[in-house]
């Protein structure tokens, strides 16, 4: 797809630029701007989390990440090369729940996207096995979706976003339907998968708590139109316990994020 | 006890009810012929009889083709095109409270009484309730599920296959069920009212000369033909849908759906 970028990568595998991104969004009476001059760069292997109120763009954001979606104005690039369509051998999505394919097992659904490119199946059948193994889904391949728990099929979500190893995982608010506790297992559970594979995250959340629990960078946007308007490094060791969410740390960060949305929203 | 027990208990009662009632001479046998004569004027007559079941049943596979061929393409079309939607759906959806049984005569004068005309209304008779359910059901689908698709780099023909398809299914096949069910309510209804063969030209012929064991024979007939058609219906959808939340109308859709629920005025 991106032949010559795979022959001379600019950048090593697993980075994110993001270059004076703009987006408008064209309707029938004016032009929303839903971001303005946008700019990062995530390092190979790190864990970036997104956070922002509704409308400040980290979701269309990362959907152009994803090549879902392209900019107005502006560049993007994945390991190096644009990204004007998307490519799950580059980039794995994860969405929030409900975007398993009801009709299909959980393994089914994982093979889903090696499936797409012709994988032979037992090829298929084994690389799936080996991404519900990594998410501790091990033995529930079998099972349709409706008979697996939110946060199980959270897993299998993620195992399918992991199953061509891309060096990138965008993630969109993957836990915002999950009750508390199951939030915060699927938290640890998720530092550990990352942990285990070293890719690239970036991940998009509401909750402030969950951004600085995970996160190595915090990137805060803000409405009006979409721009970046703080970006912290959370010093807090790994791995994370429960125990620091409590500390003093964690709270200023917190703190310093919420001053931030409350004098946008 | 359970519900299915019960249900089969109130079957029995009822069927006993039949036999008993008339018999005794509550009823007289003119309203209602107990059970086993109309059992035995069905089985002296067994030729006659299926004779006109083959013509019914030919009309109704003929025009079950039409309704459900035609109404899953079109709906398919209808459902995914924005524009052909706006265009089509609200004649289609106030055509569909007209009671079409009034264009009946319009396709004898057109077809003739022959097999032809009862085809012809049929298969719009249930070729409506087919095209919406699969308009709905492909309108519905989860935008997640697509967006998911296109995220794992799915083309649009890879997407129709192995999402929209699999994902329209429980609604398109509550389609056929109430479309299936018409289908057959058309044939008999017309075959009732211009005829010259099938079920529904006996048991109006035996009603003019109040012959009742012979039309209660008849309709059993087409009792019989109906839960056929509802069993296979269930199968289908057993078969088909283990899930029941492809769209978020699959949700409610799957369910038993009585046919009579969308069913427009004769």
């Known amino acids: ?265 | 006890m359970s519900a299915a027990t019960l249900r089969r208990l109130i079957v029995i009662g009822l069927i006993v009810l039949w036999e008993i009632l008339p018999r005794a001479g509550f009823i007289p046998e003119l309203f209602l012929p107990s059970l086993s004569s109309t059992l035995a004027a069905g089985w002296n007559e067994a030729g006659e009889y299926g004779h006109a079941l083959a013509v019914t049943l030919y009309e109704v596979a003929i025009s079950m083709a039409f309704a459900c061929g035609g109404g899953i393409l079109l709906g398919a079309i209808v459902g995914s095109l924005p524009r052909p939607r706006i265009l089509i759906m609200p004649m289609v959806s106030s055509l569909y409270a007209v009671p079409l049984v009034i264009l009946y005569p319009v396709f004898t004068v057109w077809l003739g009484i022959g097999s032809e005309s009862k085809i012809a209304f049929a298969s719009i008779y249930g070729f409506l309730p087919t095209m919406l359910a699969t308009a709905a059901g492909i309108q519905t689908i989860d935008p997640q599920l697509l967006l998911a698709a296109r995220s794992m780099g799915a083309t649009l023909s890879q997407r129709l296959v192995r999402v929209i398809i699999p994902a329209a299914i429980p609604t398109v096949l509550s389609g056929l069920r109430v479309g299936g069910a018409l289908v057959i309510v058309g044939v008999v209804v017309s075959e009732m009212l211009i005829s010259s063969a099938g079920i529904g030209y006996l048991i109006s012929r035996y009603r003019t000369i109040l012959d009742s064991p012979h039309v209660f024979a008849g309709v059993l007939l087409v009792l019989a033909m109906a839960i056929a058609f509802n069993a296979a219906i269930k199968w289908i959808e057993r078969k088909a849908a283990i899930w029941q939340t492809g769209t978020r109308a699959g949700q409610d859709s799957a369910g038993e759906v009585a046919p009579t629920a969308l069913q427009p005025a004769t």
């Open chain 1, 1 to 265: 797809m991106q032949p010559l970028a795979n022959i001379t990568p600019l950048k090593p595998a697993g980075a994110i630029e993001v270059r004076n991104v703009g987006q408008i969004f064209k309707t029938t009476t004016q032009d929303v701007v839903a971001l303005e001059d946008v700019s990062l760069d995530v390092r190979p292997g790190r864990f970036v989390v997104l956070v922002g109120p509704s409308g400040c763009g980290k979701s269309t954001l990362l959907m152009m990440m994803a090549g879902l979606r392209q900019q107005t104005s502006g560049t993007i690039t994945i390991s190096g090369a644009p990204i004007p369509e998307p490519d799950p051998n580059r980039v794995g999505v994860v969405f929030q729940e409900a975007s398993l394919f009801p009709w299909l097992t959980a393994e089914e659904n994982v093979e889903f996207p090696l499936a797409l490119r012709g994988v032979t199946k037992s090829d298929r059948r084994a690389r799936a096995q080996d991404a519900l193994k990594l998410v501790g889904l091990d033995g529930f391949g079998k099972r349709h979706p409706h008979e697996l728990s939110g946060g199980m099929k959270q897993r299998v979500s993620i195992a399918r976003g992991l199953v061509q190893d891309p060096p990138v995982l965008l993630m969109d608010e993957p836990f915002a339907a999950l009750d508390e506790q199951t939030r915060m297992t699927m938290g640890d559970e998720l530092l550990r998968i990352w942990a285990a594979t070293g890719k690239t995250v970036v991940f998009v959340t509401h909750s402030l708590t969950e951004a600085v629990y995970l996160a190595d960078e915090v990137i805060v946007m803000s409405p009006r139109p979409g721009r970046i308007v703080d970006h912290l490094q959370v010093p807090l060791p790994r791995p994370r316990t429960y125990e620091m969410l409590s500390g003093d740390a964690f709270g200023s960060l917190r703190d310093r994020i919420w001053r931030h949305i409350r004098k946008s929203a």
